[in-house]
């Protein structure tokens, strides 16, 4: 039996009978269906947002179960599948990105559980022929007080579900659950290797295959021979299908070993003679010269800087990214009878429905897609590339199969955060306050690529899924320019009266994706590190300039200012060391960091790291603490050790080895502080990569006097 409410965008309660399942029900669900309650006890609850290690899991039982009145530890999760009653509200798709899941869950989960408990006292009162007032929920049931009378929320499921479904309202304070560090309800599952990730997906008499891919982005399959391969044992199929050849065995080794069998011939295509030195010199000529789309103006920043008697300059560069997830692709596919089952590590369950539904022509209606565990996504699981390819696998093999990525294909065939370069000019008075700032920006247009494959069927009009998409990203209008390219520069918080803002397009026909923080990984870089430049030369104090530039801009100056604080900003750094902040907003959170570095041997070797955030109202601190310690990890890999380069159209990089992330020997202290306030939740997991790349550099400035522009930061040879 179940109970359905849809309130102003969808919620339910499902309650079902004992043994039965959510699946086999489907048809009956009305938007929204977040909870389950069996007859025997089992609480189960749906992630709308999946989890890639980044929490969700918990903060979706905690945000329901502080109004349902259950122990969150005894609340089982689930990821929803391919279903648009799980759409992201802030963006208007099923998507888990853009530092949104908290945000986009914080009323439906919580309204669920206030929703359930109502319905459950109503069923209990009913039961005893007592008032409701008498009754209260908690710990997964409900309890008549004047005679401590109880009954599980499992046995009154049944009868719940017959009930008028109530409007109640979550509470707004005086919370027991949210606010607070709870255990992670994912970590005993994950410690004992239950958890089901794609990688670990087991479907009976399923292949696994490998693909040879084109060496160069865009390159297209001219011939092949399998022969070879096929004679050895374990191998079924070596098939060719649109982004390559598939070689298919009875495990993933037996695969592997055949592919380096297969002969084949490629048509490389436009990208073969691209390489990483001239999109360096195209990128340079780009900004120093005049063409682009002004996306921002404020005053008259370019007269000014004609006119001022202090003009500073500076150029930054950034380089292409791999997302690097410790899971590399893969997913498992079954075609048959012209339906189509997924099951797969994906961060748009409804995207991956639709593209494999558009690649297979197949109704998309006919697609459905189990979202297993995530090992990391940090945007990568947004492209559905490696879930096409086990549709097409399987259909031309005509049996369930799962397709692995090694890390070397993840590194070598994947989209990349796009390499950007930033030329900055700007003018400060006499009395060394900022009067101008002009910015050019030189990069790919990620939205150019991806938006086909968000709009593709999922909602009535690209465009309003494009005006959702620069809504959620703090733009206002549709431009033709990619505001994912400036975003943190067009809405820099500092008192500046004149600010130009010019978005030049560089395209290269690399495939591109967002990479966790998306453009702000690599505008903070550019605009945290030259208002460092301004601070100099005007002879002040980094912090002290910064403040004084945010007087209007509280939350920018709260975290900036409590990180001064912890790190000891007014205290001479230790001998030997560094110091360097930065401050920045993205995904509606504010974040700042300090760091201390020191040289060794030629390198720069990060001391500490103090970071802050401001994200309104915090459901779970642990949590957050967690995803700024991971913001400063992976902040840090790319800052001093990461880049993907390009040699006659190849990727240089191919495993950790010469992509290294940073290692447990090399990570600093870190100290995370928050700085809660009762705004709604805004984002986590990206804010605070970007204040790391500027607070490393400069904190190398003022160690060394050196100033360096381009990512990673090296040491020019003494």
């Known amino acids: 039996m179940q109970a359905g409410l849809a309130l102003g965008g969808g919620l339910v309660l499902e309650i079902l009978p004992s043994g039965a399942h959510a699946a086999g029900s489907k048809a009956n669900f009305t938007p929204g269906a977040f909870l389950r309650i069996t007859a025997d006890d089992v609480v189960t609850v749906v992630l709308a947002r999946a989890d890639m290690g980044q929490g969700t899991s918990t903060m979706h039982v905690q945000l329901l179960a502080e109004e349902l009145g259950i122990d969150p530890s005894k609340v089982k999760t689930e990821h929803a599948g391919n279903d648009r009653r799980y759409d992201n509200p802030v963006m208007g798709l099923q998507l888990t990105g853009g530092s949104t899941s908290t945000a986009a869950s914080w009323g439906p989960y919580r309204q669920a559980g206030a929703t359930a408990r109502a319905m459950l006292v109503a069923a209990a009162a009913k039961r005893w022929g007592v008032t409701r007032t008498d009754c209260v929920a908690r710990d997964g049931a409900v309890v008549h007080l004047p005679t401590q009378q109880r009954l599980t929320f499992g046995a009154l499921a049944e009868s719940a579900a017959g009930l008028h479904v109530p409007e109640v309202a979550p509470r707004e304070k005086d919370f027991t659950l949210i606010g607070k560090p709870i255990p992670r309800v994912d970590s005993m599952e994950k410690v004992l290797g239950q958890a089901g990730y794609g990688i670990d997906v087991q479907v009976p008499g399923a292949k696994v295959a490998v693909l040879l891919r084109c060496p160069v982005p865009g390159g297209t399959l001219e011939s092949f021979d399998g022969s070879e391969a096929k004679k050895l044992s374990g191998v079924s199929h070596v098939v060719a299908v649109p982004s390559g050849v598939a070689v298919v065995g009875d495990t993933y080794w037996h695969a592997r070993r055949a592919a380096q069998a297969v ?70 596919a079954w075609v048959r009878d012209g339906k189509v089952e997924i099951w797969a590590p994906t961060q748009g369950a409804m995207m991956a429905a639709e593209q494999v539904a558009r690649a297979l022509d197949v109704s ?73 700032w002009h910015h050019r920006v030189a990069s790919q247009s990620i939205l150019t690529q991806v938006l086909p494959d968000f709009v593709g069927g999922l909602l009535p009009s690209g465009l309003h899924f494009l005006r959702r998409t620069l809504a959620s990203l703090g733009q206002s209008s549709v431009s033709t320019s990619d505001p994912t390219s400036v975003e943190g520069i067009d809405s820099l918080p500092y008192d500046l009266p004149h600010l130009a803002v010019d978005f030049v397009p560089v395209e290269t026909g690399v495939p591109v994706m967002f990479w966790r923080s998306v453009g702000h990984s690599h505008t903070a870089f550019a605009t945290e590190s030259f208002i460092d430049e301004l601070a100099h030369a005007a002879k002040a104090d980094p912090f002290e300039y910064r403040r004084s530039l945010l007087m209007r801009q509280h939350r920018h100056r709260w975290v900036l200012e409590l990180v001064a ?105 870190i100290e995370t502080y928050l700085r809660e306030n009762e705004a709604l939740p805004t984002g986590v997991g990206e804010p605070g990569v970007p204040v790391i790349a500027p607070a490393v550099a400069n904190a190398v400035f003022a160690l060394t006097g050196q100033r360096l522009r381009s990512l990673p930061l090296t040491l020019p040879p003494v």
């Open 364 to 436: 998309q209606s006919d697609v459905t897609v189990h979202t297993t565990w995530l090992g990391g996504g940090f945007g990568r699981r947004i492209a559905q590339d490696y879930v096409i390819e086990a549709a097409q696998v399987s259909k031309a093999i005509g049996g369930p199969v799962k397709v692995v990525w090694s890390r070397e294909d993840d590194m070598r065939h994947s989209p990349y955060r796009p390499a950007a370069t930033h030329r900055v000019r700007g003018a400060i008075s006499a009395d060394g306050k900022p009067l101008a």
């Open 263 to 332: 002969k084949v011939k490629w048509s490389e295509g436009a990208l073969a003679k691209f390489d990483s030195k001239t999109l360096e010199a195209d990128h340079l000529n780009a900004v120093r010269g005049s063409t682009g789309e002004r996306v921002k103006n404020t005053g008259d920043a370019l007269d000014t800087l004609t006119r001022a008697g202090t003009v500073i300059e500076a150029e930054y560069s950034a380089p292409y990214l791999a997302h690097a997830t410790m899971e590399p692709q893969n997913a498992t």
């Open 565 to 669: 604080e912890k790190v000891g900003w007014t205290t001479p750094a230790p001998e030997g060391l560094g110091r360097g902040i930065a401050v920045h907003k993205s995904f509606e959170s504010y974040a700042a960091a300090a760091a201390e570095v020191k040289i060794e041997d030629g390198a720069i070797v990060v001391k500490r790291v103090v970071i802050a955030i401001d994200c309104g109202r915090v459901v779970n601190p642990d949590i957050v603490k967690q995803q700024l310690e991971s913001a400063v990890i992976f902040g840090l890999s790319a800052t001093l050790k990461q880049r993907i380069t390009f040699e006659n159209g190849r990727v240089q990089q191919s495993n950790f080895h010469d992509f290294p992330p940073l290692r447990l020997s090399e990570t600093p202290v």
